[in-house]
């Protein structure tokens, strides 16, 4: 339960609103990955799992994900985004990538 409070308090500050559906499918995939489960490569494995539990799509689950992490960046705390993800931020979209997000709050959180 502590790590499920540790995820939530991190995406919260970073702005990550919990009515979207990606934000539950990235707390589970970090949830995943904190625990030693091996979520890589996403599409396989991580995104796999995720849709069997939620009865969704892989393709369903890729773009919920994407779509939290668009309005993060709009919506959400810029100072914050812009100093956890200064290197790993994608130069054509402006954001990083699903596996970057999500492997750099792994990282993070594990540190």
């Keep these: 339960v502590e790590m499920h409070?540790?995820?939530f308090m991190k995406l919260q500050e970073m702005g990550f609103k919990s009515n979207h559906l990606g934000y539950k499918y990235i707390?589970?995939?970090l949830y995943k990955?904190?625990?030693g489960e091996n979520i890589l490569p996403l599409k396989q494995n991580g995104y796999k799992c995720i849709s069997l539990k939620y009865g969704k799509s892989v393709v369903s689950i890729e773009k919920?994900?994407?779509n939290a992490i668009s309005s993060a960046w709009i919506?959400?705390?810029i100072d914050i985004l812009y100093a956890i993800f200064q290197s790993t931020i994608d130069i054509d979209?402006?954001?990083p990538t699903n596996k970057q997000f999500?492997?750099?709050?792994a990282d993070l959180l594990t540190s």
């Design 5 to 7: 409070n540790v995820i």
């Design 27 to 29: 707390r589970d995939l």
């Design 33 to 35: 990955c904190l625990n």
């Design 64 to 66: 919920d994900i994407q």
């Design 75 to 77: 919506y959400g705390n």
């Design 93 to 95: 979209k402006g954001k």
């Design 102 to 105: 999500i492997l750099t709050i």
